[in-house]
């Protein structure tokens, strides 16, 4: 049959459409721009086989088959066009990148129901290199606060002599970007190369290291993040990361601790990297497999240790701790953001390659951590468990009067609360009937109070697409506010939830590789409780 029955989303939006697979490509854009209002040069289409649709290609051969659904990025018409920028694929090298120009696509605009946390992830990033694994994890630590924070101190010290370490200039550098994507219009992607260059200056094994052809590797985003999270962050010691924990090992399969004591063994840990086995096809059985209680045997390395932390830092790339053989592992103290890292590739010596393991795992957009802590810290977070859990069924309540779906998320019931009610739906400084905690214009200081409860919200993930570890494509999804986006270098939009879903697996396609879970809310800086 030449004729295909598909779905185009965008945005919110679900559009049917009858497409003739001998018609050239230039067609089948003019018919999603008759629904969608979005210009042939703005739309950037994602699920087919080919990162960029030409005009004269065979839709036959980019995947175009019956009952396909793709994903379009793209501004329509009202609004001003942006101006010009490349959205090659990141296999291709720059000079290649440059002449395939493309307009970076606009995020089609929620209106959003309340102006809480305007720090909206609507600024691209240039990719300058074969970046996108760079690019991923800057959209996504911009929604942490301590980072940002942390990279404009660096900054301040840099300008003003107090320190000129090579470290000190890759943090200064990350706080450039932020403050440009800050005051970006969204016209034109912000160019990161500053940063680029930094990483490569202070670690330039891997990220300095070119191809047979003289071109910029694929790097490993994981890699990437353990680096930039450094530079950004205080020393240890100094104050607490929010992406640090700290883990009680103790003897045997069965036995738990409440603290390190006689024969066990505690270590910090900034993630926890997941073994993809045969077991495994949801996150929560990965993460039992890593700490040690699960069908895979002892735990794996999970993260960066304490005993560690005064190695040089080209060999902190990638550095974990060395996994305790026979050892369960309990969580001892909870990070304020929980990443998670999902082990995909492995070198198989038939390709010579890192290979990634496309096995689908599902992930909650909710993790309750409570059943990996020890005993101890179970007890310690009961009550603010139980307060989080009435806020939530406030939350549920308050969302049936006013008719509003789950994916309407929490904004909406926020800005319909009076304030002579928020004090009993928003957890208060003293815990009790206070003054309720201001909704902020821009994200909050690192929370000084309000204690985790063990529940964590996803907000943020870096996704892979391709079959090996040195080629394919990173691109990043971020929530702010009750909304996500998808950040693909240059191209920023607005996606439905159902999207992050999917990341999941789905062969060859975006795979989610690290998870991203906050436990306070940006908006209150309290406990999460999403629902």
Request: one cysteine or more; hydrophobic letters at 35%; proline letters at 8%.
């Given at each position: 049959a030449t004729m295909v029955h598909i779905k185009v989303k965008h945005g919110k939006d679900v559009h049917d459409i009858d497409v003739d697979v001998t018609a050239g490509a230039d067609v089948f854009k003019a018919q999603i721009q008759s629904v969608t209002n979005v210009p042939a040069d703005r739309m950037k289409l994602m699920g087919l086989k080919v990162a960029v649709l030409k005009d004269d290609a065979d839709l036959r051969e980019v995947g175009l088959t019956e009952g396909k659904t793709i994903m379009l990025i793209g501004a329509p018409a009202t609004a001003a066009p942006p101006a010009a920028a490349s959205s090659a694929g990141d296999t291709a090298p720059p000079d290649t990148a440059s002449s395939q120009a493309e307009a970076p696509a606009q995020p089609q605009q929620p209106a959003p129901p309340t102006a809480v946390h305007r720090v909206l992830p609507t600024v691209g990033l240039a990719n300058v290199g074969n970046t996108c694994y760079m690019n991923s994890v800057l959209q996504v630590l911009r929604l942490v606060p301590e980072v940002v924070q942390g990279c404009q101190q660096e900054r301040f010290l840099l300008e003003n002599g107090a320190s000129g370490s090579s470290t000190t200039a890759l943090a200064a550098s990350i706080a450039k970007v932020q403050v440009s994507m800050d005051k970006s219009d969204g016209s034109r992607p912000t160019n990161p190369v500053q940063t680029w260059l930094s990483l490569m200056q202070t670690h330039p094994r891997p990220f300095a290291e070119l191809d047979d052809h003289q071109h910029p590797m694929q790097h490993d985003a994981q890699e990437a993040l353990q680096v930039l999270t450094a530079a950004a962050l205080p020393p240890a010691g100094a104050t607490k990361s929010p992406f640090q924990g700290k883990l009680v090992q103790s003897p045997g399969t069965g036995a738990t601790s409440s603290a390190p004591s006689g024969g066990d063994a505690s270590e910090v840990f900034n993630m926890i990297s997941c073994p993809i086995t045969a077991e495994v096809s949801a996150i929560e059985v990965a993460v039992d497999i890593a700490l040690?209680?699960?069908?895979?045997?002892?735990?794996?390395?999970?993260?960066?240790?304490?005993?560690?932390?005064?190695?040089?830092?080209?060999?902190?790339?990638?550095?974990?701790?060395?996994?305790?053989?026979?050892?369960?592992?309990?969580?001892?103290?909870?990070?304020?953001?929980?990443?998670?890292?999902?082990?995909?590739?492995?070198?198989?010596?038939?390709?010579?390659?890192?290979?990634?393991?496309?096995?689908?795992?599902?992930?909650?957009?909710?993790?309750?951590?409570?059943?990996?802590?020890?005993?101890?810290?179970?007890?310690?977070?009961?009550?603010?468990?139980?307060?989080?859990?009435?806020?939530?069924?406030?939350?549920?309540?308050?969302?049936?009067?006013?008719?509003?779906?789950?994916?309407?998320?929490?904004?909406?019931?926020?800005?319909?609360?009076?304030?002579?009610?928020?004090?009993?739906?928003?957890?208060?400084?003293?815990?009790?009937?206070?003054?309720?905690?201001?909704?902020?214009?821009?994200?909050?200081?690192?929370?000084?109070?309000?204690?985790?409860?063990?529940?964590?919200?996803?907000?943020?993930?870096?996704?892979?697409?391709?079959?090996?570890?040195?080629?394919?494509?990173?691109?990043?999804?971020?929530?702010?506010?009750?909304?996500?986006?998808?950040?693909?270098?240059?191209?920023?939009?607005?996606?439905?939830?159902?999207?992050?879903?999917?990341?999941?697996?789905?062969?060859?396609?975006?795979?989610?590789?690290?998870?991203?879970?906050?436990?306070?809310?940006?908006?209150?800086?309290?406990?999460?409780?999403a629902v």
């Open positions: 040690g209680r699960g069908a895979g045997g002892p735990p794996v390395a999970t993260a960066s240790s304490s005993s560690s932390s005064s190695s040089s830092s080209s060999a902190a790339v990638g550095a974990v701790a060395e996994p305790l053989p026979s050892r369960r592992s309990d969580i001892a103290e909870l990070p304020d953001v929980l990443t998670l890292h999902l082990s995909r590739f492995a070198w198989r010596a038939d390709v010579k390659a890192k290979a990634k393991v496309l096995r689908p795992v599902t992930f909650p957009l909710v993790l309750d951590v409570n059943r990996w802590c020890t005993p101890a810290l179970q007890t310690a977070m009961a009550d603010e468990r139980e307060k989080v859990k009435d806020r939530r069924d406030k939350a549920n309540a308050m969302r049936r009067v006013l008719r509003l779906k789950p994916e309407d998320g929490c904004g909406p019931i926020l800005a319909s609360l009076t304030p002579e009610l928020r004090p009993t739906f928003i957890h208060t400084t003293d815990g009790g009937g206070g003054a309720a905690a201001p909704l902020a214009s821009s994200p909050p200081s690192p929370p000084t109070n309000g204690p985790n409860a063990g529940i964590y919200e996803l907000f943020g993930v870096i996704s892979h697409k391709g079959r090996y570890a040195d080629h394919g494509h990173y691109v990043a999804w971020v929530k702010s506010g009750d909304h996500w986006y998808i950040c693909d270098d240059e191209n920023v939009g607005l996606v439905p939830e159902s999207e992050v879903k999917r990341l999941s697996g789905n062969g060859e396609g975006h795979i989610a590789y690290l998870l991203f879970y906050r436990a306070r809310d940006p908006r209150t800086g309290f406990a999460t409780f």
